[in-house]
């Protein structure tokens, strides 16, 4: 497996898809739908690759394990826009307050799950 690949959150295929969805008028439901589905490529791309989660050292036992596996929120979707310049600064601001005021409003974790209470 190619180094760095462990960590890894975005892949190419990934970025085309962000990139090819992206429209500064989706709504929040929609980011929820494509960040489920950018979710979900991740885990078939890390399965199709073999790519195990990284190991990490628990600090109370001293046993080295594999972490739970990673898995993409909607501010890493709404973020990464910026981060590949696929939308200006200022519009994935504005998604990101959007998405937070959504949240907040309906009870969801980062995933969009209700949160457990």
Request: charged share 30%; net charge positive; aromatic share 8%.
């Amino acid at each position: 497996m190619p180094t760095g690949n462990v960590n890894r959150i975005w892949f190419p295929d990934m970025v085309d898809v962000l990139r090819e969805q992206w429209s500064a008028t989706r709504s929040v439901t929609k980011w929820i739908e494509l960040t489920l589905r950018l979710d979900d490529m991740l885990q078939r791309i890390r399965a199709d690759k073999g790519i195990l989660p990284p190991k990490f050292r628990c600090p109370h036992c001293g046993k080295y394990e594999r972490s739970a596996p990673t898995h993409v929120s909607v501010r890493a979707t709404i973020l990464s826009l910026g981060r590949f310049e696929i939308a200006p600064p200022d519009v994935v601001k504005d998604l990101e307050r959007d998405w937070k005021r959504y949240q907040r409003t309906n009870g969801l974790n980062a995933y969009a799950k209700k949160k457990k209470n």
